[in-house]
């Protein structure tokens, strides 16, 4: 089943901005991932964050969790055209499940 | 070798046809996963093995068949598939079940059911 939420439901932004991309979960979480996935191929993982943390960086991406609040956010920064991709995050209840969000569409125009 | 493997890439198939898809990883990860994909939607959760043994069962159909064979190979069998049963389909390992680490997806089958 669907657990998390996200918002914009798709993104457009020049070359060099930064994107922002928000998740929104219903309950009690062990981690919370983001996952990149292009043109409808395989998914790859971008950074997990456990919900005894609040931020996390990698590279260019950070992310924050606000477990009081459920929700989790995705910052792309100087983004860069292979940056166009869904992203997803998904939710980790240490249950065998990851469930994912619905996604958001980003697109990075030259 | 951190990658998952599946073939074939694509898959057309009629209504009466059995076919199979093939999912192989060589990490020593002992979670695997299926999950189908419509267009324009997130992944959904269609089974888990862990130490290759099935522990879920989201409610799939029967027509939909896996199978773990050994800790590397994941397979799903089809049989008798709808045309709304095309889709991406994912396969993916992770470290171990239960312990929320990374799951590891490969490019996936995309299959058409004619």
């Known amino acids: 089943s669907q657990q998390g939420e996200e918002d914009p439901q798709a993104l457009s932004i020049q070359e060099g901005e930064n994107a922002t991309m928000n998740c929104s979960y219903k309950?009690?979480?062990?981690?919370l991932q983001w996952y990149r996935q292009n043109s409808g191929r395989g998914l790859v993982h971008l950074i997990l964050?456990?919900?005894?943390?609040r931020e996390k960086h990698s590279g260019r991406l950070r992310v924050t969790l606000d477990t009081s609040k459920k929700s989790s956010s995705l910052l792309i920064t100087a983004s860069r055209a292979a940056d166009t991709a869904s992203y997803f995050c998904?939710?980790?209840?240490?249950?065998?499940?990851?469930?994912f969000g619905a996604g958001t569409t980003v697109t990075v125009r030259a | 070798d951190t990658e998952v493997t599946q073939t074939p890439k694509h898959l057309v198939m009629g209504m009466t046809n059995k076919k199979s898809l093939k999912c192989e990883q060589h990490?020593?990860?002992?979670?695997m996963y299926w999950y189908k994909q419509k267009a324009k939607k997130p992944p959904e959760l269609m089974f888990v093995?862990?130490?290759?043994?099935?522990?879920i069962n989201e409610s799939v159909p029967s027509r939909f068949s896996p199978e773990c064979p050994n800790s590397s190979l994941l397979n799903l069998h089809l049989h008798a598939l709808q045309p709304e049963d095309s889709a991406l389909y994912l396969c993916a390992s992770s470290l171990r079940p239960g312990t929320g680490t990374e799951a590891f997806f490969g490019q996936g089958t995309r299959l058409t059911v004619v």
């Open positions: 990490m020593g990860h002992r979670a």
């Open positions: 093995y862990s130490y290759e043994k099935l522990s």
């Open positions: 309950t009690s979480i062990n981690n």
């Open positions: 998904a939710t980790d209840k240490n249950d065998y499940k990851l469930s």
């Open positions: 964050i456990r919900s005894n943390e």
